[in-house]
């Protein structure tokens, strides 16, 4: 493996503008410079004319893809979950539950333990459980059976013994014991997020308040804006949290991106696929927590109708924002990769900038990865 490489030719998405005339030079997995290219450089040169250089992408919100689901907990799916994110630009993200059983969440955390040991593909990052403590009204897809209240002391002792591979739960904070529950989550060093609930602005307010740090899927599955009861969606716009997006136009009006964006900018929305065991394949019937969803191309719902989760992939996501919903174009890349790393407390990834781990997903002109590094080494070409 070459320890130097010098990407030419290509747009680079700079953290505040996109340039076209320099050049990046990688070395000992970190980017080293950019500026203009040396003509007697030795190492590994690729020249990507047409092309755009990004800061590879970070999804805290994956389900699965390619007929495979974390849900599974086999080496394998969670391998070819990894290998499939690579291919379109991921360089890291958390592997995402639905509601079950704990002992089925027990052995879900332990294969993702062992998977974050052996990395296949694009790193998990570690666990993000859209858990067992969800109001039943916003249940979205997840399987009813399976939801608990907060203080369910079987899923506890599954959370606290798994607490060094967990990053994030999605909660609803207005469940009886939902306050113990973020304090207990935050004293673990796990993230409480706010989703799939009925809360009210006060009672998200309160989340934020014990520690709640982000919004899951802004505006999907949640209390929206009354103008004399503002909601969940009207506390996410508001206060001082993240929030993720699904930006597949398909989850979200193109205008209520625009306005997250204008109330919350770059540096608070965390685009996420949200992404399906169906994902990367045609349309046709996939499963979600034991139930049967339809996949159009465009999106996955139950029977019922209810939208399932989506099958964007976050390089789209980034241009969906920039040409559909008036977001920049270096504002969009922040969303998929400065932004979701900050907010899992990575500081050194994210950005193309000198010193950041080399990082590095190449798309072309229509939005497509055709190149992914993870640390200075091609994953996927
Ligand atoms: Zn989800």
Known sequence: MPSRTLLTGAKLCLPSEVVSDAALLIEGGRIAAIGAASADFDGDRRDFAGHTVYAGFIDTHVHGGLEHDVMDATPEALAAIGQHLARHGVTGWLATTVACPAAQLDAILTAVARAMASPHGAPILGAHLESNFLAAKYKGAQPAEHLRAPDDAELLAVIERHKATIRVVTLAPELPGAMQLIAQLVAWGIQPSIGHTDATYDQVKAAHGAGATRVTHLCNAQRGLHHREPGVVGAALTLDLYAEVIADLQHLHPAVVEIAYRCKGASKLVLVSDA?????????????????????????KLADGTIAGSVVTLGRAVANCAEACNVPWAAAAAMAAATPARSLGLTDRGELVVGQRADLAVLDAGGACVATMIEGLWVSR
Request: no cysteine; hydrophobic share 25%; charged share 25%.
């Open 276 to 300: 399906l065991r169906g994902t990367g394949l045609p349309p046709g019937e996939y499963e979600l927590g034991g139930q049967r969803t339809t996949l159009d191309g465009r999106v996955a």
